[in-house]
């Protein structure tokens, strides 16, 4: 057997590989960039096996003697079969990203490790064969055979010992995402230093749609949870924060649609918590330890079935956003004297079916907006605070309300605030006759004259 066939079988598998590489160069930077967002120095280190191999590859496609027009186009094949087979990589990524099967990026990576390591491994048998046939240049073929491998055991090594993907910031680093050995870890502790640095933030995506994470330890230096970072974890159940955790802000669907998470328990630190960041998860969150609570966003807490008791205990509390615990379970609702939220926002617990109390107590509650209470088919009787000075259209409409108790004050309506269903106009339009007002006699021109109360004139009850 001649040295021919062996150095045309290198030089075609050498092309093959050379767009390989390129492809998935471009492929890391496009897609790396989109899902990810930066890159560490750690992740450049899976680059530098590659980029050996393909400048090598280069030199040996130039300079070798052996090569002709039928290896040109069958290199020129190769490099249809490279293209295609990084087209179809991508294509299927996509394809998981629109059905939220896994992470694209840890996807991605996985694959191109393994290619990566396939295609070290065949050069390296390759080297052997040829070291097999020929004894020139064995030192210089070896020690670039060898490098390449040894970068992907270090690599190896470095990924088991740190998962994370991270970036610097003036206070530490932010984990922005995960190798792909780690892809399968049913637990995960967020540590609270990497190298030197402290692990202040876990950043937008970074774990989202994970199939398999189902515990997650942070650790107390963590003060941030980004936009969307453990959304659609469908396996994940336990959120495990240290007793002397500094979070403060959970970004919006930060945990959304984890639908099995059930073991949350919020640090008293936190200050932010986002639109829809637990919308459509399994937690039951206790909030009257939680005084440092400034803002609730839109839809935060939707479709949390396991919502039963909820006390507000924050006089920090500014906002309570639309629909933020709309369609839950909640049974009891209470405010305290201290809280100083002035409005409650539109279909704040809207269809919280199963309501059976609302304790306002002396809050500072001012006005409760357009269908805040709708459908609260469970609730009987309500009795306002006195600071309360306006009730939206439908705040209460379609509820089970059969006694009122207003405030010694007047509470103005600004549409009918206890109307039942209207089939005609698809809205709560209907005047509630069997229902009891109470209102402060001093106030009964107030409440005949108001817009909102019109057809309610027979279901006033005056006290003095």
């Not at 640095?197 to 876990?202: A, D, E, L, M, Q």
């Not at 950043?203 to 189902?214: D, I, P, T, V, W």
């Not at 609730?296 to 006390?311: S, T």
């Not at 209460?396 to 009918?416: E, K, P, Q, R």
Request: net charge neutral.
């Amino acid at each position: 057997m001649n040295k021919k066939p062996i150095t045309q079988i290198e030089s075609k598998f050498n092309m093959y590989s050379a767009l390989y590489i390129l492809f998935a160069l471009a492929g890391y930077f496009l897609f790396g960039m989109i899902n990810i967002g930066s890159f560490s120095v750690l992740e450049w280190f899976k680059f530098i096996p590659l980029i050996i191999i393909g400048i090598e590859y280069v030199i040996y496609f130039i300079l070798d003697p052996y090569k002709n027009h039928k290896v040109m186009k069958k290199s020129l094949f190769a490099i249809i079969i490279g293209f295609g087979l990084e087209s179809i990589l991508y294509i299927g990524n996509m394809i998981i990203h629109y059905f939220n099967f896994m992470s694209v990026k840890s996807f991605t990576f996985f694959l191109s490790y393994l290619l990566s390591f396939i295609f070290i491994l065949i050069y390296f048998c390759l080297f052997m064969i040829m070291k097999m046939r020929e004894e020139k240049k064995i030192k210089r073929n070896l020690l670039i055979t060898l490098i390449p491998i040894v970068c992907f055991l270090i690599l190896f090594l470095l990924s088991n010992i740190n998962p994370f993907v991270t970036k610097k910031t003036d206070d530490g680093v932010d984990i922005v995402g995960y190798l792909p050995l780690a892809l399968n870890r049913r637990e995960i502790d967020v540590p609270d230093t990497i190298g030197k640095s402290k692990v202040v933030g876990i950043r937008n995506e970074a774990f989202k749609y994970n199939q398999s994470l189902e515990i997650i330890k942070v650790s107390s230096n963590v003060i941030k949870i980004d936009e969307e970072a453990f959304k659609t974890c469908y396996k994940l159940k336990e959120v495990r924060f240290k007793d002397d955790s500094m979070l403060e802000y959970i970004g919006e669907g930060a945990f959304k649609t984890c639908i099995y998470l059930n073991v949350l328990d919020l640090p008293k630190t936190i200050k932010y918590i986002g639109s829809e960041a637990f919308c459509g998860s399994g937690i039951d969150v206790d909030f009257s330890y939680l005084e440092n609570l400034e803002y609730i966003g839109d839809k935060a807490f939707e479709l949390c079935y396991n919502l039963k008791d909820l006390r507000f205990n924050s006089d920090k509390l500014s906002y309570l956003g639309v629909g933020a615990f709309n369609n839950t379970s909640i049974t009891n609702l209470e405010f305290s004297d201290k809280v100083n939220l002035e409005r409650i926002e539109e279909e704040a617990f809207s269809s919280c079916y199963y309501l059976l109390s609302i304790d306002f107590h002396n809050a500072n509650i001012k006005e409760i907006g357009m269908r805040a209470f709708v459908n609260s088919v469970s609730l009987p009787t309500i009795r306002f605070n006195n600071n309360l000075e306006s009730l939206d259209f439908a705040s209460f409409g379609g509820s089970g309300i059969m006694n009122v108790y207003m405030n010694d004050g007047f509470i103005d309506a600004l549409g009918n605030p206890f109307g039942e269903f209207s089939k005609t106009t698809f809205n709560y339009t209907l005047v509630k006759n069997n229902i009891k007002i109470y209102i402060n006699s001093d106030f009964i021109d107030n409440y005949s004259n108001a817009r909102g109360y019109t057809g309610y004139e027979n279901c006033f009850k005056y006290y003095k």
